[in-house]
């Protein structure tokens, strides 16, 4: 099996930087991703790491260390349509689309 | 491109009754798969598949059966539906099963309700 932490709710303002931590403990290993969420709309695409370090794209970025299990979604420059749930989610084995996701961090952005 | 489209959008089923939740992807992915969503529980993998006439379970498979008889189509069928079942369906597919290409793309979702 697989567990994923990660944080229920997080708030900031317009314009801050916002830091979502994912622990992760998995067989199998291969990679962590992100997804976004808007209510009522279906997860899309952010990032994915599969070696150590960060990945930056453009607002976003993304972190791994594997020696820890852990990763975090970066998020600068807030803005109010950023307002939504955050995913991690671990890829299991070679097949990589097979996704095991966390329970999600609800972001609010306020003006 | 269409991407992943799922019908129905909504769906109200009685208990016992069976139904099944079509999934298409015209963006010839190799990879498919059926997750739930339940409020505070994330998405759970229902089932998965690699490829035309190969699927395999994943977290939470019980009471669904699926099918891949083209690389197009990934139905998701309820066998007897519970209440324990109301949730929200979303279908994803990826290019590739095997390969650093990892985004999966989601569909719409079917919000379903059994009474």
């Known amino acids: 099996g697989q567990s994923l932490e990660q944080p229920s709710e997080v708030t900031a303002v317009e314009g801050a930087i916002v830091q979502i931590n994912c622990t992760y403990q998995t067989s199998g290993f291969y990679g962590l991703s992100w997804y976004q969420q808007h209510d009522g709309g279906a997860p899309t695409f952010l990032s994915y790491n599969a070696l150590d370090g960060l990945e930056e794209t453009g607002r976003f970025s993304s972190f791994l260390s594997r020696s820890d299990s852990y990763g975090y979604l970066l998020l600068q420059e807030l803005q109010m349509k950023d307002s939504a749930s955050y995913f991690c989610a671990v890829h299991r084995g070679s097949t990589l689309g097979r996704l095991y996701f966390g329970r999600g961090t609800q972001l609010t952005v306020w003006p | 491109n269409a991407g992943v489209t799922q019908t129905p959008k909504f769906q109200v089923l009685k208990t016992g009754q069976s139904m099944t939740l079509q999934c298409a992807q015209d963006?010839?992915?190799?990879?498919m798969s059926w997750y739930r969503q339940d409020p505070g529980m994330g998405l759970r993998l229902i089932h998965y598949s690699v490829g035309a006439g190969i699927t395999d379970q994943g977290e939470v498979p019980n009471g669904y059966n699926v099918s891949r008889s083209t690389t197009e189509d990934f139905p998701l069928r309820l066998l007897s539906a519970a209440p324990s079942q109301t949730s929200v369906y979303f279908c994803a597919s990826s290019r590739d099963a095997s390969t650093m290409n990892t985004e999966a793309f989601f569909g719409q979702g079917t919000r379903l309700t059994v009474v």
């Open positions: 963006m010839n992915h190799e990879y």
